[in-house]
């Protein structure tokens, strides 16, 4: 479990139901274009916390179907119902998911023990790996280096998928525990992660500009940092881009116009509106070509 992993994009319909041949050729898009190792499933980008369980079991299989063994799968499957983040577990590791992953729990102020217990509960029954989903601008869970030290006490737990530009905590991650996966999480930043050693990272821009982040990797594992610059400054202007225009309705409006059926967000995201669609055309042509 290395390298690029994208965090797979969803597509909707207009009435926001799940559009099955558009995730489908989302998949293949991911897999064919842009080249990436790995696919994330059900992460944020995935809008997963508006999806109902059945739903989000839908989205596994599908994925599934569709990437079998070509490239690497992780499930998230973090939820605030115990219950469901457990059926989950299984229902994905039953799947053939090569590993599960779990933002921390969020919403309620849990103190550290109870989010210790949350991600043991799910993995009591299940035999698979995790990564620990961390992205404290979302959930308000800032976890210090002895926390994380405990959470990876559990055999099970081998790695952490981190989004925060808290580089110092990086580093000190990394080299209190050179066993453990690190994936960063802001694609934005990947060449500083990177040099700091990461085994990879999981982002939503890989859906369309995965390959030059492996190109990035592979620029700072050869030590070629001038060209890991260049190739971040690209993917940099392409992602102040996107950000600019609305990051998720970008993502799908600029791989429809790549030929792939990317769909709609779900509500309350909103639908894209004249300016996004043709300021996403540009942001496909002026970058993506
Ligand atoms: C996921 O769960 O979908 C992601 O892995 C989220 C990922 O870390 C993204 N973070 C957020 O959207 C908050 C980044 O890829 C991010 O979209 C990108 O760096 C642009 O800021």
């Known amino acids: ?3 690029v992993f994208t965090a797979l994009i969803n597509s ?8 099955e041949q558009g995730l489908r050729e989302i998949v293949r898009y991911n897999i064919d274009v842009s080249q990436v190792d790995g696919l994330y499933v059900n992460g944020s980008t995935g809008e997963n916390f508006m999806l109902s369980p059945e739903e989000k079991k839908k989205v596994f299989e599908i994925v599934k179907d569709e990437a079998g063994e070509e490239v690497e799968l992780i499930a998230q499957v ?3 119902n115990i219950f469901e983040a457990k059926e989950l577990a299984a229902y994905a590791t039953d799947l053939g998911y090569g590993a599960l992953s779990a933002v921390t729990p969020f919403y309620y102020k849990f103190d550290f023990e109870e989010i210790k217990d949350y991600y043991n509960s799910i993995l009591e029954d299940v035999d698979n790996q995790m990564l620990i989903y961390s992205i404290p601008a979302l959930t308000g869970v800032n976890m210090d280096l002895k926390q994380f030290g405990e959470l990876f006490e559990n055999e099970k737990i081998t790695g952490v998928k981190f989004t925060a530009p808290d580089f110092f905590l990086l ?9 453990k996966l690190i994936f960063s999480g802001f694609d934005e930043m990947l060449l500083p992660a990177s040099v700091l050693g990461i085994d990879g990272a999981i982002g939503s821009t890989f ?12 620029a700072v594992h050869s030590g070629d940092l001038n060209e890991a610059r260049k190739l971040q400054k690209e993917s940099n202007d392409l992602i102040t881009a996107i950000l600019g225009n609305g990051l998720y309705q970008t993502i799908k409006e600029v791989l429809k116009d790549k030929g792939v059926d990317a769909g709609y967000c779900r509500q309350p ?3 894209p509106n004249d300016e996004q669609v043709s300021g996403a055309k540009e942001i496909s042509r002026t970058f993506l070509n």
Do not use: T
């Open 171 to 179: 580093e000190r991650l990394r080299h209190a525990y050179p066993e």
């Open 12 to 19: 909707f319909d207009e009435k926001g139901n799940i559009n």
């Open 207 to 218: 859906n369309v500009n995965g390959r030059k982040a492996k190109d990035i990797l592979k």
């Open 269 to 271: 995201m909103k639908k």
């Open 78 to 80: 973090g939820a605030l």
């Open 1 to 3: 479990m290395k390298g």
